[in-house]
């Protein structure tokens, strides 16, 4: 950037240059202008206290990990990035070979090693290649339209789901196998943003989508991390040249300003930081960030840019990409496994229905790469997710992203681990919470264990008001489950009823995968925090005389081993396989998903602690349970939570000091803290202290559903 009349420059001193903007566009440019020696007077203002702008590696999992850029695409003679890297010496022997540099991929993501259906099952790999087939033609047809004097659609998902509409039309498969074509190909349109950059093909313009060159060569990493590539560029730059920590905040220009130490000398342009510092300038280079001249358009050039070249920043499309890391101390993968997909079942591209972000954020996701074990235990995966949804999940805690990704990997991979595991067992004991007897089970288990004798656990008897538990077990026998024990592991109530009944299932079914071996192998099954691993510890308390075999909290999903086996019983030899708890893949309520939360299988705060209070409270009411008035020493019943938690934070000096804004200024005033309010009454109900209770009273007023 300079001034459109020429100004001079002092003879024998050379131009003044700043590139604004220390990524790698800015030090590239700044290596180049070094070299030249018409450029002696150079500088870098850079706004972090680091170099390389969006490539970023950090020593983490052992080893190094991508945070930002991530692989070289198109490795290969006519790629710069590659040239450097081979320059530097920062590529392996494979990235460097003539025959991975031959490769031509189209620019396409590789097929994954394993693909996963939300429901709980694998996907044909066979037909997942199938699908990618048809998708990449298709990708590779819209770069025809790039000199077209008109094109078929507006955008490049337009014209995708006009072709595969005419596609389908050929297809003669059943409707399950058409809607699971149709899943894959959404994850492959996801796959496709996450390269584009944006939250939608649709918003991609199908005529200039052939602009992009693609080049030859398999993509590869840098061994030692991509930031390599420019710490070595910014070693090769003199020590003085750059500046960190100067963002800038406006590029005055087209002027003519003057610097004391440089008298009779004008410049054509300023460059004024948010220190208040200013840089004079006869020539300026803006590498920043799209994203941030989209946002300070107005103010960070002065006077502002040309209409035209304003325009076509604003119209340039710009989206989000992240990444997730998970870490894992034993892989659910196999040691060959480099790619893992998710395939959302009810998921179409042809569907422009999206559910709220909330709920579905993590559809979005393309999947996962396995990053190289760096010789420790531990085991890494990285996610990649684009658009609205990539941006929604910035707004979460990392652990709301955690809980909402491991659900998912336990709901995709945990039924897969149980089905395969199978022929190994002979009963399958579900675990459930005796409160909510007839709702919030997995209906997927019965789906997908279906064939093995099934044994139903009611735990946590202790904490239900089981007034009609013969009313429970006509309901349960109406869903076809006939074999019912409600127990209490902390006290081994009805404990010892477990093995006998087992045995006798099991000796009175077929037992596919014995001759004569007299050992019993029994699957525990269940939604996240039922008890499962307090029912293993009960039996060995009881059977063995053992202590904890499994670690046991208060927190879903505490349970990490997808298959642990575990003796239980000396006299049947018996051994217990314990398994991660799995959600539904869809609650069928609100009120489902209420009753599940506040019997602890969902963390509090994904619901709300106040909500669940408030939802408690409704129901303690209803139902004329007032042990909470006794309590807390309210005097009378309620119905309003607030005035609840108001007097429960009173009662337990649970307050806090928050700073009031008064026309005499701050004040501190105390006032109830309603949260930890809140977890108390919580609290309060998962103990037990305020009586037992039936969340599924309404459920029991009904007809016993008819056996199937």
């Known amino acids: 950037m300079q001034s459109s009349g020429r100004q001079a420059e002092t003879p024998g001193r050379g131009p003044r240059v700043l590139v604004v903007g220390g990524g790698i566009a800015g030090l590239g440019a700044a290596q180049r202008l070094c070299c030249h020696p018409a450029f002696p007077h150079l500088r870098v203002l850079e706004a972090t206290a680091r170099a390389g702008g969006r490539i970023r590696s950090e020593r983490s999992f052992g080893g190094v990990v991508e945070v930002g850029a991530h692989w070289i695409h198109g490795p290969s003679q006519g790629n710069p990035i590659f040239q450097l890297a081979a320059k530097y010496g920062l590529l392996g022997e494979k990235a460097l070979s003539e025959e991975n540099q031959l490769i031509e991929t189209g620019g396409h993501v590789g097929l994954p090693s394993v693909s996963y259906a939300s429901s709980g099952g694998s996907v044909s790999l066979e ?104 710490d070595r560029i910014m070693a090769s730059l ?27 000398e004008t410049f054509p342009v300023l460059v004024e930081c948010e220190d208040g510092s200013c840089f004079p300038a006869h020539h300026v280079v803006v590498t920043v960030p799209l994203g941030f001249l989209k946002e300070r358009l107005d103010t960070f050039f002065e006077p502002p840019l040309p209409t035209e070249k304003a325009e076509a920043i604003r119209k340039i499309g710009f989206g989000t990409n992240n990444k997730i890391f998970l870490e894992f101390e034993e892989p659910f993968w196999q040691p060959d496994c480099q790619h ?201 308390r009881q059977h063995l005389r053992k202590g904890k075999a499994t670690r046991v909290g208060g927190e879903p999903g505490i349970t990490r081993a997808v298959m642990s086996r575990i003796q239980v019983c000396e006299r049947p030899l018996m051994f217990l396989l314990d398994t991660p708890g799995v959600l539904a893949p869809r609650i069928q309520s609100v009120e489902t998903g209420l009753k599940l939360a506040l019997c602890g299988t969902v963390l509090d705060h994904l619901v709300g602690e106040e909500t669940l209070a408030d939802y408690l409270l409704y129901t303690l009411n209803r139902r004329q349970l007032l042990g909470y008035v006794q309590h807390y020493g309210l005097g009378e019943a309620c119905d309003g939570i ?67």
């Open 238 to 264: 003199p020590k003085d040249v750059m500046v960190f920590n100067k963002p800038v905040k406006t590029i005055h220009w087209n002027g003519s300003f003057e610097e004391a130490s440089a008298p009779g």
């Open 340 to 540: 893992i997909q998710v395939v959302w079942r009810d998921t179409s591209p042809l569907e422009d229905a999206a559910p709220k972000l909330q709920d579905a954020w993590f559809k979005k996701l393309i999947g996962f790469w396995v990053l190289p074990s760096f010789g420790r235990a531990s085991q890494v995966l990285c996610g990649f997710i684009a658009g609205l949804e990539s941006e929604f999940m910035e707004t979460l805690s990392d652990e709301d992203v955690l809980l909402s990704l491991t659900q998912v990997l336990r709901r995709v991979t945990g039924l897969k681990k149980m089905q395969s595991s199978l022929k190994l067992v002979d009963c399958i004991i579900e675990v459930h919470d005796a409160r909510i007897p007839l709702s919030g089970r997995n209906p997927l288990f019965q789906e997908t264990l279906g064939l093995k004798p099934h044994l139903l656990v009611l735990n946590k008897m202790d904490l239900a008001d089981l007034k009609e538990q013969q009313k429970i077990i006509q309901h349960l026998e109406g869903e076809g489950l006939k074999n019912v024990i409600f127990t209490n592991c902390v006290k081994d109530e009805n404990i010892k009823q477990i093995v006998p009944m087992v045995t006798e299932l099991v000796r009175s079914s077929y037992r596919y995968h014995r001759g004569e071996n007299l050992e019993y192998c029994i699957m525990v099954i269940g939604v996240p925090n039922v008890g499962k691993s307090s029912l293993i510890n009960s039996l060995r």
């Open 642 to 708: 607030a005035s609840v938690l108001k007097r429960v934070a009173v009662k337990l000096r649970k307050t806090q000091k928050v700073k009031v804004l008064t026309g005499t200024g701050d004040v501190n005033v105390i006032q109830p803290n309603y949260p930890a309010a809140a977890r108390d009454f919580l609290q309060a109900f998962r103990s037990g202290v305020l009586g037992p209770v039936m969340l599924d009273q309404d459920l029991l007023q009904g007809p016993p559903a008819a056996e199937p």
């Open 127 to 230: 037909l997942v290649a199938e699908m990618a087939r048809l998708f990449y033609s298709l990708i590779d047809q819209t770069r025809e339209f790039l000199h077209a004097a008109e094109t078929p659609a507006p955008s490049v998902g337009e014209y995708l789901k006009k072709e595969i509409r005419q596609h389908m039309a050929g297809w003669t498969e059943e409707e399950e196998t058409k809607r699971l074509k149709l899943a894959i190909l959404n994850n492959l349109f996801n796959v496709e943003c996450c390269v584009s950059g944006t939250h939608s093909m649709d918003l991609v313009a199908l005529a200039p989508f052939g602009e992009y060159t693609v080049l030859p060569g398999l993509d590869c990493t840098f061994p030692g991390g991509y930031q390599g590539l420019t």
